[in-house]
T-cell receptor
Framework: DVKVTQSSRYLVKRTGEKVFLECVQD?????MFWYRQDPGLGLRLIYF???????EKGDIPEGYSVSREKKERFSLILESASTNQTSMYLC???????????FGPGTRLTVL | DQQVKQNSPSLSVQEGRISILNCDYT??????FLWYKKYPAEGPTFLIS?????DKNEDGRFTVFLNKSAKHLSLHIVPSQPGDSAVYFC???????????????FGQGTILTVHP
């Protein structure tokens, strides 16, 4: 059963903390993505990666960075968490140029 | 600039009736469209897709219609069931001037509630 897993389902952090969100896929997909989902705004792309050590900014990269050292793992980093980064974070993966993405269960991050 | 728009935040339907969810897009380079379904506390799951060379694709109770001239697509669910209650996102992809790397642009989502 193929899947995308995320390290935490729920996370509570304090303002200014460094936060790591981990995502692992077992489908040998080249592409991996990080989104945040907010009510009324849909899914917005933060960063994506099309190969190991390669990354591209999405629509809302400010305040975030990413790391992809291995094909199966894509990490999202909040260097200094702020309250406006409270959100649902979703990781996804796909084959190159494929239209469909497979999503993980999401991490609900609350920054106090 | 919202390139994919779902103008109805919510839709309420009686069990057994048809649910119609709508989506508009502005980027004429989009050539592949998808619908995802999302339950609370879960990630989105793929539902159905359509390529721009088609105007209709059907899968069981789900049918997606594409009107390229109007830059509009819709998802029909018939008959609707209470288990269909979820948030539905439309998404689009295309090769705007180069490889898309499989990027998707999502709409805001529509909350569908199907009443027994």
């Amino acid at each position: 059963d193929v899947k995308v897993t995320q390290s935490s389902r729920y996370l509570v952090k304090r303002t200014g903390e460094k936060v790591f969100l981990e995502c692992v896929q077992d489908m040998d997909h080249e592409n991996m993505f990080w989104y945040r989902q907010d009510p009324g705004l849909g899914l917005r792309l933060i960063y994506f990666s099309y190969d190991v050590k390669m990354k591209e900014k999405g629509d809302i990269p400010e305040g975030y960075s990413v790391s992809r050292e291995k094909k199966e793992r894509f990490s999202l980093i909040l260097e200094s968490a702020s309250t406006n980064q409270t959100s649902m974070y979703l990781c996804a993966s796909s084959l190159p140029h494929a239209g469909g993405q497979f999503f993980g269960p999401g991490t609900r991050l609350t920054v106090l | 600039d919202q390139q994919v728009k779902q103008n109805s935040p919510s839709l309420s339907v009686q069990e057994g009736r048809i649910s119609i969810l709508n989506c508009d897009y502005t980027n004429s380079m989009f050539d592949y469209f998808l619908w995802y379904k999302k339950y609370p506390a879960e990630g989105p799951t793929f539902l159905i897709s359509i390529s721009s060379i088609k105007d209709k694709n059907e899968d069981g109770r789900f049918t997606v219609f594409l009107n390229k001239s109007a830059k509009h697509l819709s998802l029909h669910i018939v008959p609707s069931q209470p288990g269909d209650s979820a948030v539905y996102f439309c998404a689009a992809s295309g090769r705007a001037g180069g490889t898309s790397y499989g990027k998707l642009t999502f709409g805001q989502g529509t909350i569908l509630t199907v009443h027994p």
